[in-house]
């Protein structure tokens, strides 16, 4: 009886979904429902908390983009010194097979082609796989936590949202040049909650090398962002958002190793997006994702490992954004 019940539910919101001016309403209320049902102790927390969250400099004008088009930019954010020494270790651990091998990592194993990635080569793995990222970041990778995860750019996440929600995660991934499926293709990361994503430079992006796009205005679950009709895959084709969007307002993610994208990721993007696959220039490109949701992943509460001396040495702010998120592990 439930699969049927959810097998029921997921059938009359995809006839919904063909009606922009309901489903509109719709993905407006589930958001709502995610922040203060699931969210509403941390709500009341960030409250108290706002003297601690009080926002400095320039983070105020990139909220206020951030609200009204759903990204905004921070190029060459971070000095190139900190990001190389990220990259390499990076590098090390995915040539090394250290690889994250949860579900949600491997398009392969989501469309179950594969039932997982344990047992392949990095050599074997960039012949398919869309992306892999680096197994347990923090605890292989311990600079990230006071280089990368600065209290600024969690000031900037953290008001967004309104609170710290109940989901925070961080990933290091690269992406191959390979045809452009899965996420590049325009899509929505979810509409049944809310989240904000930063994304982290580790490789220099231009026009050939795997940039992000996003279509300015999309995030807000508005009747015109919901007219795109999806494929049976969930994606969008561009031509499908080019008939509401034109193509000169779609925003391309392209700078220097050290820059920065906040985003709002239930706004429509893709990315990496590879030009031209079989071009010879063609690279991998590297990157940082920090997010925050405010619903749980399929497989419930995800813990990230830390060092236990990296996590003494947290802000006032980490810990408030990372509280819960953390398993400390001593090495």
């Known amino acids: 009886m439930p699969g049927t019940t959810s097998h029921w539910l997921r059938k009359t919101k995809g006839q919904l979904r063909r009606n922009p001016h309901v489903y509109s309403r719709i993905a407006q209320s589930e958001a709502k429902v995610s922040k203060y049902a699931g969210n509403f ?28 088009d759903g990204f905004t930019l921070l190029p060459n954010y971070f000095d190139t010194d900190v990001i190389d020494t990220i990259r390499d270790q990076a590098d090390r651990l995915l040539r090394d097979a250290q690889i994250d091998l949860s579900p949600e990592m491997s398009y392969s194993v989501v469309a179950k082609r594969l039932t997982s990635l344990e047992g392949f080569t990095y050599r074997e793995l960039q012949k398919f796989e869309h992306h892999i990222g680096v197994r347990d970041p923090l605890l292989n990778i311990p600079e990230i936590v006071p280089s990368i995860l600065t209290d600024s750019l969690l000031r900037i996440t953290t008001h967004y949202l309104g609170y710290a929600p109940i989901r925070a995660d961080l990933q290091v991934k690269r992406g ?39 279509v300015p205005g999309t995030h807000h679950h508005s009747v015109t962002a919901w007219k795109p009709q999806t494929g049976r895959d969930g994606r969008y084709s561009d031509e499908e958002i080019e008939r509401f969007f034109p193509k000169e307002t779609w925003v391309r993610f392209l700078g220097r190793r050290g820059s920065v994208l906040i985003a709002d990721t239930n706004g429509i993007h893709k990315g990496p997006w ?7 220039r063609g690279r991998h490109r590297d990157l940082l994702q920090f997010r925050q949701s405010s619903l749980l992943g399929p497989a419930g509460p995800q813990k990230m490992k830390i060092r236990r001396d990296t996590a003494k040495r947290m802000t006032p702010i980490q810990r408030v954004v990372l509280r819960n998120q953390l398993t400390r592990v001593s090495t």
């Open 41 to 68: 102790g941390r709500v009341l927390a960030f409250r108290r908390q706002r003297r601690l969250f009080a926002l400095e400099g320039d983070e105020a004008q990139h909220l206020k983009k951030l609200r009204r």
């Open 274 to 280: 590879w030009t031209d696959p079989e071009n010879p």
């Open 176 to 214: 191959f040049p390979l045809p452009n499926v899965e996420s590049s293709l325009f899509h929505k990361d979810t509409h049944e909650g809310q989240l904000i994503k930063f994304f982290v430079l580790l490789s220099d992006v231009d026009e050939d090398h795997g940039p992000l796009l996003f």
